[in-house]
């Protein structure tokens, strides 16, 4: 078996418990790579993540962003995260626990009885481009927010258009990021149990209020006018626009995959007070 462990940038409790993972999955006889940045801070040969979609298993150590980071070139391999964060939506594995529970996930993965949960991701497209999968949102606005940074756009789902409006931008959240960028735009919680996506308007002048609709449906975000924008994805610019185009953005074929424990959803809602 072949672990990748990604621990926070710049926390030491991180690095520790990456450490101490690795010491003892070696004493099981596992292959560990461990992220490069963290590799270096103890002094070891790092491995990039970008390599870690060839790994049975990556554990994530640190918050829902250190989580997100490691999902975004995990490709189908599953994700066990370990929450020293917050909030910790993503991340159900708690630090004292963690290396009793990986070392489950690694006895279930040689049994071949490893459980793994999927979760859907998004996909944003345009004229000639893909965008990789995103986890949490895919947000189509200016390029800075604010009064002199708002697009001129018409949102359409299923060939019907919900809106017309100048706006910041427009995203759309599964139901996984329902509760980061889109909750902070004051947009609706959904629950995990719900197989859905929310198309979220920000600071639109004269727009329509968040639409929760089916995970199916087919959304695109028109840009009309001259103003430039790009395609933000989990918080990382994965495209520049040069309007008039149109983005369509829809779940992705490839879902991401979760190890380990489910979070309690309730629980991780009452630290966000």
Known sequence: MHVGLVAQRGNSRATF????????LRAEDVSVSIDTTTA????LEGTPVESFDACDLIVSIGGD???????RDAAGTPILGVNLGEVGFLNA???????????QE??????????????PRLAASGDGWTAPPTTNEVVVQGPIRGPSGGVDIEVRVDDSTYSASRADGVLVATPTGSTAYNLSESGPLVHPGVDALVINEM????????????PDSDITVH?????????????????????????????????MRVAGPTSDFFEALGKLE
């Open 17 to 24: 418990l990456a450490s101490e993972l690795r010491r003892r």
């Open 40 to 43: 270096e801070a103890l002094g």
């Open 65 to 71: 962003g250190t989580f997100l980071y490691a999902a």
């Open 93 to 103: 594995v708690g630090p004292e626990e963690a290396v009793d529970v990986v070392l």
């Open 106 to 119: 690694v006895d279930a993965f040689r049994a071949d009885e490893m459980p793994v949960r999927e979760t």
């Open 203 to 214: 600071c639109a002048d004269g727009g329509m209020p968040p639409l929760v609709v089916g």
């Open 223 to 255: 840009l009309s006018g001259t103003d430039q924008a790009i395609v933000v994805g989990d918080g990382r610019v994965l495209r520049e626009l040069d309007p008039p185009t149109t983005v369509q953005v829809g779940r992705a074929d490839s879902p």
